[in-house]
């Protein structure tokens, strides 16, 4: 929803202060998404989506080729900017991704997963991108299983379960939220140096006395008592430990953003709950009559519906147009042979095979090449429009960064019907030269054969 590709069906969500139900299109141009399955063009080079991606929000072209070039060599992609993306190993792509994402300068990126399946060297490459992003104001959201990078990254983390925010703290604030246990950081030179070694250092803290070593059975069963003695029994009153919030299903008392953190101001057994931020408030939903949760960031902010806004829409209309002809453009070969053997094969069928079968009736001839025509014009929009929308959507996702261009998704589906019929239009004015060449007195015959059988 707070990328505008789902329509949320009530409440209200800001990014970058712009409500993303109201104004979707000015939501777009402050935001970019990384998503965790690639879904660059393989159409185009490297080169290529990035410069389409910027064309796709007004950069002008020179300060986009700079651009292009400059994340290129960042992202260690320089030596394969004219290489098709299909060609790219699973890090190259999310390296790529997270360029593209880059090139219009947006102002919160979204991240969906954006290690998961990488190499641990491709790992640390893009946590080092993630950091220079912060550390130009940019905002990054983002979702991950792994602990070690929500805490390296993150300068708050939210823990959600079936759509509930259950936390929302610093990462060392929900780390102390853990009790019952305790975590011994050590470290050791590689050279062995101090009294023992490494072995020795090893040793002693084998020996301290907080140095526990249980079995996963007695870590569970050991919680499972310290429960039901804070409980007090059966017939006490119950009150949950806090631990479960960090597994996920179960929502807790007191803990960040409840209701009872907001009362006592404390966490039970952790430590002093934050004063919320202004402009920064949680509105959990799950406080008993609450109807939904919304996130204020700060102040709606409309952008105006006049001609600037209509400008910028036509450049994208218009860029996301060039891209198809472009395409089109480097198959033309392929178009071309489709476009000519397409006529070739119904002059077979409908001027022999059906002429021989005899369901050549009195002005068959005369239908024969409008007919071929209009089948060839009618074949070709499918296939520049209906097919390729199917594959985009089911297999490829490739559309979807035309998507999250700053236009109505109305304009994309437009777009798409406008580059069919172009292609359409196109084939029938290839075929009409070809078939009057091809069928040559082919008409005359066929009237000849179809009033010597209907005679």
Same mark, same amino acid.
């Given at each position: 929803?707070?990328? /505008?590709?789902?329509?949320?069906? @009530?409440?209200?969500?800001?990014?970058? #202060?712009?409500?993303? !139900?109201?104004?979707?299109?000015?939501?777009?141009?402050?935001?970019?998404?990384?998503?965790?399955?690639?879904?660059?063009?393989?159409?185009?080079?490297?080169?290529?989506?990035?410069?389409?991606?910027?064309?796709?929000? #007004?950069?002008?072209?020179?300060?986009?080729?700079?651009?292009?070039?400059?994340?290129?060599?960042?992202?260690? $992609?320089?030596?394969?900017?004219?290489?098709?993306?299909?060609?790219?190993?699973?890090?190259?792509?999310?390296?790529?991704?997270?360029?593209?994402?880059?090139?219009?300068?947006? =102002?919160?990126?979204?991240?969906?997963? &954006?290690?998961?399946?990488?190499?641990?060297?491709?790992?640390?490459?893009?946590?080092?991108?993630?950091?220079?992003?912060?550390?130009?104001?940019?905002?990054?959201?983002?979702?991950? %299983?792994?602990?070690?990078?929500?805490?390296?990254?993150?300068?708050?983390?939210?823990?959600?379960?079936?759509?509930?925010?259950?936390?929302?703290?610093?990462?060392?604030?929900?780390? !102390?939220?853990?009790?019952?246990?305790?975590?011994?950081?050590?470290?050791?030179?590689?050279?062995?140096?101090?009294? +023992?070694? /490494?072995?020795?250092?090893?040793?002693?803290? #084998?020996?301290?006395?907080?140095?526990?070593? =249980?079995? &996963?059975?007695?870590?569970?069963?050991?919680?499972?008592?310290?429960?039901?003695?804070?409980?007090?029994?059966?017939?006490?009153?119950?009150?949950?430990?806090?631990?479960?919030?960090?597994?996920?299903?179960?929502?807790?008392?007191?803990?960040?953003?409840?209701?009872?953190?907001?009362?006592?101001?404390?966490?039970?057994?952790?430590? &002093?709950?934050?004063?919320?931020?202004?402009?920064?408030?949680?509105?959990?939903? %799950?406080?008993?009559?609450?109807?939904?949760? @919304?996130?204020?960031?700060?102040?709606?902010?409309?952008?105006?519906?006049?001609?600037? *806004?209509?400008?910028?829409?036509?450049?994208?209309?218009?860029?996301?147009?060039?891209?198809? $002809?472009?395409?089109?453009?480097?198959?033309?070969?392929?178009?071309?042979?489709?476009?000519?053997? *397409?006529?070739?094969?119904?002059?077979?069928?409908?001027?022999?095979?059906?002429?021989?079968?005899?369901?050549?009736?009195?002005?068959?001839?005369?239908?024969?090449?409008?007919?071929?025509?209009?089948?060839?014009?009618?074949?070709?929009? $499918?296939?520049? /429009?209906?097919?390729?929308?199917?594959?985009?959507?089911?297999?490829?996702?490739?559309?979807?960064?035309?998507?999250?261009?700053?236009?109505?998704?109305?304009?994309?589906?437009?777009?798409?019907?406008?580059? +069919?019929?172009?292609?359409?239009?196109?084939?029938?004015?290839?075929?009409?030269?070809?078939?009057?060449?091809?069928?040559?007195?082919?008409? @005359?015959?066929?009237? !000849?054969?179809?009033?010597?059988?209907?005679?």
């Amino acid at each position: 929803m707070l990328t /505008t590709r789902v329509r949320a069906t @009530s409440g209200r969500a800001l990014v970058a #202060g712009i409500d993303v !139900s109201q104004d979707p299109v000015a939501a777009k141009r402050a935001l970019a998404v990384v998503p965790q399955r690639s879904n660059l063009d393989r159409s185009l080079t490297a080169k290529r989506n990035l410069l389409f991606h910027a064309a796709y929000f #007004g950069v002008p072209e020179a300060e986009r080729n700079a651009r292009a070039a400059r994340l290129l060599d960042e992202f260690g $992609l320089a030596d394969r900017a004219d290489d098709k993306v299909d060609r790219f190993s699973g890090g190259q792509a999310q390296r790529l991704m997270i360029a593209r994402a880059l090139m219009h300068d947006p =102002r919160v990126l979204f991240l969906d997963e &954006p290690t998961t399946g990488l190499d641990p060297q491709a790992r640390l490459f893009v946590w080092d991108r993630i950091r220079g992003q912060r550390e130009r104001n940019v905002t990054v959201l983002l979702t991950t %299983h792994d602990m070690d990078e929500a805490t390296e990254l993150a300068d708050r983390v939210g823990i959600m379960d079936h759509g509930k925010l259950l936390a929302l703290d610093t990462p060392d604030a929900l780390t !102390s939220l853990v009790p019952g246990e305790s975590t011994l950081e050590i470290g050791i030179e590689p050279d062995g140096a101090g009294p +023992g070694g /490494t072995d020795g250092l090893l040793r002693a803290a #084998g020996r301290a006395p907080a140095w526990r070593r =249980r079995r &996963p059975g007695r870590a569970r069963r050991a919680r499972r008592a310290r429960r039901a003695r804070r409980s007090g029994g059966a017939g006490g009153p119950r009150r949950q430990a806090p631990a479960p919030v960090l597994r996920g299903r179960r929502r807790q008392p007191g803990l960040a953003g409840g209701p009872d953190a907001r009362r006592t101001g404390r966490h039970p057994g952790g430590p &002093p709950a934050r004063p919320a931020e202004p402009g920064r408030r949680v509105h959990p939903s %799950h406080r008993k009559g609450a109807a939904r949760m @919304s996130t204020t960031t700060a102040t709606p902010r409309l952008a105006p519906a006049g001609a600037r *806004q209509r400008a910028e829409v036509a450049r994208a209309f218009f860029a996301i147009l060039g891209r198809d $002809l472009f395409v089109t453009g480097r198959e033309l070969p392929t178009f071309l042979a489709q476009v000519i053997l *397409q006529p070739l094969f119904m002059v077979f069928v409908f001027g022999k095979v059906l002429t021989d079968l005899g369901f050549a009736r009195a002005g068959f001839a005369e239908l024969l090449l409008p007919g071929i025509i209009a089948l060839t014009v009618a074949v070709t929009g $499918l296939q520049g /429009t209906a097919l390729p929308l199917v594959i985009d959507f089911s297999f490829t996702k490739e559309i979807e960064d035309r998507l999250l261009a700053p236009l109505p998704v109305s304009f994309v589906a437009l777009e798409k019907i406008l580059f +069919g019929t172009l292609r359409a239009l196109i084939a029938g004015a290839i075929v009409f030269p070809i078939g009057r060449l091809v069928l040559g007195t082919l008409p @005359s015959r066929v009237r !000849s054969a179809s009033c010597s059988r209907w005679s």
